[in-house]
């Protein structure tokens, strides 16, 4: 029982570590209980209200147990998960936040963290578009987009684009550009309805459900007579094989993620990779978090483009911890349309 200056916490606990495909069974719901202050003496700490919370796909590999370098670390067994979110500054010892403060960035899975020194915590400025966009356009998977389609792959007018993983917090953002900067512009989806999303909605040239495609090589060529200049990879896999067989002379990847990957024990491996050099390929791997500094140029093209619906984001929200777990899970099984977010609070 919370005593009178206490509050309760609930906070999504990972249970073990997991192998394969994650259930949200692997995870639990706990309530713990908590002080709304910052302890005295703490420097550079905040308490945080969380509002929104980020599902990411980077999180599967944070479930498992890494014992090599990669550039997450393992989520502690037993503690809450932490990732991307919205939060409220209720309390603050730390000379850049102050209470009443709202931020995206790192936090915890729960209703309220206490975080010393906080990681990554960027002020939010701009209040009147909905606060959960910084969970997805204008935070982490805005910044991923835009880095990739516009740093890495230079793109020109009239060049021809392909995006897979393409309604989701990402591709949707980044066939949108992509649309902005004059190019043709197709995205593949699992279903019908991201399928139609993709073409109605967010302005792609032509869509198609890859998991109606026997062969994904004479789909590509049926949308790209003359071969791709540039994919945004977020899938890998027999996708990624098929793409490289249709890649133009001098094209450019942006390696994103492979999400086909992340649940199996023995990765597929890719079997054209040899088109690399002979059509001098360039592929390249970035990662969002190395990019902050270019924040200010997202928030620069796609704010204003928000207000004069040129741009738009399609979320699919959750209300509650309790629905966390199995929302996580489900970017696996492209249950999500749209950004994944949790709703813990709204203000
Ligand atoms: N490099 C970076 O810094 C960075 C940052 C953010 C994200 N990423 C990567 O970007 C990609 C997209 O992330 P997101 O946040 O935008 O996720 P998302 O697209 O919103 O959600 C994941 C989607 O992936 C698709 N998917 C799941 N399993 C699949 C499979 N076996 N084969 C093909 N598609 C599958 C599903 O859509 P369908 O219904 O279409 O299958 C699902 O909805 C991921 O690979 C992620 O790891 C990288």
Redesign the pocket.
């Known amino acids: 029982m919370a005593g009178s200056d206490e509050v309760s916490n609930k906070q999504v606990i990972l249970k073990h570590y997991v192998t394969g495909f994650p259930k949200d069974s692997d995870m639990s719901v706990v309530t713990k209980t908590m002080k709304l202050k910052v302890p005295e003496g703490s420097k550079d700490t905040v308490l945080l209200k969380n509002l929104y919370l980020s599902c ?3 999180m599967r590999g944070r479930m498992s147990k890494l014992d090599r370098p990669y550039f997450v670390t393992s989520f502690e067994p037993g503690s809450p998960l932490n990732g991307y979110g919205v939060a409220k500054v209720l309390d603050s010892t730390h000379p850049n936040y102050k209470k009443g403060d709202l931020a995206w960035g790192y936090t915890g899975w729960e209703e309220y963290s206490l975080i010393a020194s906080p990681l990554l915590l960027i002020k939010i400025e701009h209040t009147d578009v909905p606060l959960s966009y910084y969970t997805g356009i204008l935070g ?2 805005g910044i ?1 987009a835009y880095v ?1 389609f516009h740093e890495v792959c230079s793109p020109k007018k009239g060049e021809s684009v392909f995006v ?8 949707q953002l980044v066939g949108q550009l992509a649309k902005l900067a004059g190019c043709y512009v197709v995205g ?4 019908k309805e ?1 399928v139609d999303l993709l073409k109605k909605k967010f302005g792609f040239d032509e869509a198609f459900n ?2 109606e495609e026997p062969d994904l090589d004479a789909a590509l060529k049926r949308y790209f007579p003359e071969g791709i200049d540039i994919y945004f990879e ?2 890998g ?1 027999k ?1 990624l094989d098929a793409v490289l067989l249709n890649m133009k002379l001098r094209g450019r990847i942006a390696m ?5 990957q ?1 649940n199996l024990e023995q990765p597929e491996g890719v079997h054209n990779l040899m088109q690399v050099v002979g059509k001098r390929i360039r592929m390249e ?5 190395d990019n902050y500094d270019l924040y200010p140029k997202l928030l620069e093209l796609v704010l204003p483009a928000i207000k004069q619906g040129k741009i738009v984001y399609v979320e699919d929200m959750v209300e509650g911890l309790e629905k966390a777990p199995a929302a996580l899970v489900g ?6 349309v ?3 977010v949790v709703v813990v609070a709204r203000e």
Do not use: R
């Open positions: 990411d796909p980077y982490m998977p991923t990739g897979s993983a393409a309604s989701g917090a990402v591709g593949s989806a699992g279903s991201k890859y998991k977020n899938v896999g996708m994103c993620g492979m999400i086909s992340y791997g970035f990662i969002a978090s970017l696996f099984t492209g249950q999500n749209g950004k994944q």
